[in-house]
């Protein structure tokens, strides 16, 4: 069976900054004709951002899809709804694990041993430090020469 992309194509902003976005609404698998209804549904209950104040809503039916086209106080509003087949897509999801065969197992990678820990501080170093080496104060600390 195909897999189907719902995809609409809507106006967004307004005025200078109106313009053309698409989404992916959904994806059906089946016959094309059950992702045309679906979309039709979609289409028909559709309620965009633009206009605020709608005057007349007006939906067509072509052959891909429909086109919604919403007349507002002062400008139209279009919103076209298209039913495509899916061809290719980078970020699908695995297959379920049924139909996938199982790898053998990798070996295990070894681990390094962890590193010795470093010395302890003499007693006559004028450094504070923790109780793992490191100085409580970095020596960079107030240098004029470092910015």
């Known amino acids: ?33 059950d992702a045309l209804a679906e979309l039709e ?15 007349r809503r007006r ?3 072509e052959g891909g899809g429909f086109l919604l086209v919403i007349d507002g106080a002062w400008q139209s509003f279009s ?5 495509a087949e899916l061809l290719d897509d980078s970020a699908a999801p695995p297959p379920p694990p049924s139909a ?3 790898e053998p197992a990798a070996p295990e990678p070894e681990v390094a041993p962890p590193p010795p820990p470093s010395p302890p501080p003499s007693p006559s170093s004028p450094v504070e430090r923790y109780a793992d080496g490191v100085p409580v104060r970095p020596s960079w600390l107030g240098r004029t020469d470092v910015q």
Not at 41 to 55: G, M, V, Y
């Open 79 to 83: 919103t076209r709804f298209t039913v």
């Open 1 to 33: 069976m195909a897999t189907w992309g719902l995809v609409m194509e809507t106006t967004v902003g307004a005025g200078e900054r109106k313009h053309t976005e698409a989404y992916v609404l959904a994806h059906l698998e089946g016959t094309r004709e």
């Open 41 to 55: 549904r979609r289409a028909r209950n559709h309620t965009p951002e633009h206009p605020w104040s709608p005057k």
């Open 100 to 102: 996938v065969e199982p």
């Open 59 to 61: 939906l067509f039916r």
